[in-house]
DNA sequence: CATTCACAGTACCGTACGGTACGGTTCGCC
DNA sequence: GGCGAACCGTACCGTACGGTACTGTGAATG
């Protein structure tokens, strides 16, 4: 979500960019066995020469999709104004919705798909590229919006990651890891409102200071 | 966990649970690239050709595979007898530490990857697969549980479902996840005892009906 | 002993992939 | 015009895998 527009191009070209989109478009509707480099090449119109001369190896384009993807989704920082009960109960429901549709978006669990699959081979550097360019990332909005809550007076926690690790728990539970098994995850779309709805609400219960609402 | 001696065998003769063995094992420390019918066949000490007379082919073999570890990972109902708030909050911290040790468990956590890989391709019952002989088995004894505390009112809950959604988001949050991306998750054993605490207390604060211990 | 069955072991086939090499084309630059 | 860099398209190579066929062998059965 949340395509900033030139996102502080990262490493590579225009032309390698439009590269690595085809290549993301080719993971997302085919998954990884139809990511060969010759069907990369054939949807970019591209040579099989020039991606190894860009990439390095099939491993370097892997990497390069996961960059260039955590490129596009940067997470904007919701400027904290000063707080109340009800704008906070606010932002937290709309940094569930956005979580959820971070993850269910269709590029996003072909990459963790990828991740994971890649996961046993030893070096494979993607697993941790995901993760500290994927949730640490988004868990740093979710930080600075819980620290809020708290110095407003409106949260009361002690251990910052332990209250993120419940957040994250209450919004997402098992559905990220359905989704990635494969279930059609289209109906469900519907319900991200009230399941963010149902989470924030545990959530003040669990560490709201006195005014929530059920 | 929980290896029943003779759980319902299911379909398979003697030597070929052998044979789904060594193939988990080639797949656990191996991954899904180490698991060629040839490896299989050379670490079970059988032809190709035996494999797939009796597994039809690869994904037959696959699937096997999945099932014959369900069958090993058959869930006991503990028997809820007159429960007290102090009984209800010790099996629900069981069920947590269980749950999470099943989830750590690395032919667990092989078998997910290996589902999730396959989850792309359109037929892959393998995801159904875990999903069905895994989650929903574990999830019908939280289900007995969770029943059982409200019918003795020490819990309050209008949709079961819910309640263990959050039950088990509660307790797993997104660390199934990072293991599956190979976060190393050899430290993190230790912390199974405190977190499957902190999230029972967090349940029990929010379905508790009045009596719960911080 | 002859036959049959189940199986191991291995050779084999077709295919597909990762990676490389090469000819041809465009474009900018002197 | 000459030249080199970048690059496309494609042919090519080595390898590895899924799947099949064939041969040998040991145990059961009659």
Request: proline share 1%; net charge neutral.
């Amino acid at each position: 979500m949340q395509l900033a527009a030139h996102p502080h191009q990262p490493d590579y070209s225009p032309r390698q960019n439009d590269v690595l989109d085809s290549a993301l478009r080719l993971l997302v509707d085919g998954g990884e066995k139809a990511l060969t480099t010759a069907s990369v090449a054939r949807a970019a119109n591209c040579s099989k020469e020039s991606l190894y001369k860009w990439f390095g190896d099939r491993d370097g384009l892997l990497s390069a999709m996961i960059g260039f993807q955590a490129s596009k989704v940067r997470t904007f920082e919701d400027d904290a104004e000063t707080l109340t009960a009800a704008t906070l109960r606010e932002h937290l429901v709309l940094f569930a919705r956005d979580l959820l549709e971070v993850l269910s978006g269709d590029v996003s669990l072909a990459l963790n798909r990828l991740a994971i699959g890649q996961a046993s081979r030893d070096g494979s550097k993607l697993g941790s590229m995901l993760q500290e360019r994927g949730r640490r990332q988004i868990g740093k909005r979710a930080g600075v919006l819980l620290e809020a809550g708290r110095d407003a007076g409106l949260l009361a926690f002690e251990d910052r990651d332990d209250a993120y690790d419940t957040l994250y728990g209450l919004i997402v539970s098992d559905l990220h890891l359905r989704m990635l098994l494969g279930e059609d995850s289209g109906r469900m779309v519907k319900d991200f409102g009230r399941r963010a709805e149902r989470a924030v609400s545990a959530f003040l219960r669990l560490y709201g200071s006195g005014k929530s609402s059920a």
